[in-house]
């Protein structure tokens, strides 16, 4: 069998650059994969990672994959591998360029070996060798340009894996081409390329679809008597909470299809760019009706001011960003330079949004606090004041749940139980959508509703006339 070609020779002061841009960021760098990988990921199961000229110690392949007993890692990388080095560097030992599993909650211990300086393909206890580039060289198949290994998880150590590269030769870099495919046993035989904590997500989120639906039809249902017994209780709004119900419907049926695939064939095919599209609809509908509902739009008042349209001018923005850093991820494995800066990007802009969500709600709340302590319709004002306040935690226990609290659930669930984390987030989007139309639903009663426009005109017209007689009183 053939050997890898000798190694080239790049000027010092490349590699060099590289490498200590590298160890001075691994450490963190390490930290960044275990906290942002529990989000949105990527989502094929059979995937092909190229590595150009990476001179990085450290390179995540495949992360927080829940292996069951007998599940499988198969790796298959062309050759030859192209390695870089100095000049006047000895030659390279491949026995220090391999890959190796680890378990997820090894991170910590994965940090603390490189900021001592160590190799994670020694013999550590946190970490399990594949195979180096020695062995590459030595086992490959009969036509000499491609290596292929496989490992099986043993009985009592299924568990939560991620894959890595390592380099730990200084001044070198790789090109290589691999493909990763990651799978558990089916029952029946087979290979079922969903993880062990995501098998029941094509269910789950299918019947998530019948209660969204269930939900936007009863919505539908509601604006229509309400049009038919109660002419001009339904606003715009109404209809926006209405599209962004039926967005949601169709999210969630392309993450139930999405998932299904990737279970049979290891590949969305096509159902994840539908989901892109309607993801990103369904957000940017999400954050514009909170935010105009927060400020009063279509119900209290029919326009917008300068201050509450500079907030849908960050909002809308943000989340395109946003839903571009998603595509970026996804459809890139964190094999990708420059994985983490996107990951760290997209939980950024999303903080920022929701962050920008709540002011609108402020302001509302201290116009009508204000509002409330003067003569006249006080007992109104402080009706809507309520209301205002319960929707102001409704949206930050809801920001706080999504975020928080089912980020905690993902991080501490056992590995087969991690689609309870998908399921809080369901049930909580869920109660939110429903208390949101509950509290804001067409019914002439409804104290947010009482403000029509004539009435809103009509104070105005009083407060200019208040404001002359006391100027003339002056």
Not at 188 to 199: I, M, R, W
């Amino acid at each position: 069998p053939r050997t890898a070609p000798a190694a080239r020779r790049l000027p010092r002061t490349r590699i060099s650059n590289a490498r200590g841009y590298a160890m001075s960021h691994r450490a963190h760098g390490l930290a960044l994969v275990a906290l942002l990988a529990l989000f949105v990921g990527s989502e094929a199961r059979i995937r092909d990672e190229p590595v150009e000229r990476d001179g990085r110690a450290l390179i995540p392949i495949a992360m927080d994959y829940g292996f069951e007993e007998e599940g499988s890692i198969e790796i298959s990388i062309q050759h030859p591998v192209h390695l870089f080095t100095v000049e006047n560097a000895p030659e390279i030992d491949k026995t220090k360029l391999g890959f190796f599993i680890t378990a997820s909650k090894a991170d910590t211990a994965l940090e603390a070996d490189i900021a001592k300086g160590g190799c994670l393909l020694d013999d550590l206890d946190h970490t399990l060798v594949l195979f180096t580039f020695a062995d590459m060289a030595e086992h490959l198949n009969e036509e000499g340009d491609e290596y292929k290994f496989s490992y099986t998880i043993a009985p009592g150590k299924q568990g939560e894996y991620s894959l890595y590269y390592t380099n730990c030769v200084p001044n070198t870099a790789v090109s290589f081409k691999l493909e990763v495919e990651l799978f558990n046993p089916k029952k029946g035989g087979g290979k079922d390329y969903l993880s062990a904590g995501e098998k029941p997500l094509p269910t789950l989120y299918l019947l998530a679809f019948f209660v969204y639906a269930g939900a936007g039809a009863v919505w539908a249902l509601t604006l229509f008597n309400s049009t038919q017994h109660q002419p001009g209780s339904v606003h715009q709004i109404h209809l926006l909470m209405g599209v962004l119900v039926f967005f949601k419907c169709l999210t969630v049926l392309c993450q139930s299809g999405m998932y299904h695939l990737i279970r049979m064939k290891g590949d969305p095919e096509g159902w994840n760019v539908a989901f892109y599209i309607f993801y990103s609809i369904r957000g940017l509908l999400l954050f514009t009706v909170v935010v105009l509902i927060g400020t009063g739009w279509s119900f209290l008042k029919p326009f917008l001011n300068d201050r509450e349209k500079q907030v849908l001018m960050i909002v809308i923005p943000t989340q395109v960003f946003a839903n571009i850093a998603v595509v970026i991820l996804d459809e890139n494995g964190p094999a990708l330079n420059g994985w983490l800066e996107w990951r760290d990007l997209f939980h950024l802009l999303d903080i920022i949004c929701c962050c920008a969500i709540l002011f609108p709600i402020v302001w509302s709340i201290k116009h009508l606090r204000e509002a409330a302590m003067t003569d006249g319709k006080k007992i109104r004002n402080m009706n809507k004041l309520i209301l205002f306040r319960q929707f102001y935690v409704m949206v930050v226990a809801y920001i706080y749940f999504t975020r928080i609290i089912v980020f905690l659930l993902r991080s501490t669930a056992a590995y087969d139980l991690t689609w309870l984390s998908n399921l809080a987030e369901e049930t909580a989007t869920l109660a939110f959508y429903v208390t949101t139309g509950w509290m804001f639903r067409p019914i002439v009663d409804n104290p947010y509703l009482h403000l029509n426009e004539d009435e809103l005109e009509l104070e105005d017209i009083e407060a200019i006339v208040e404001d002359g007689v006391e100027g003339k009183g002056a």
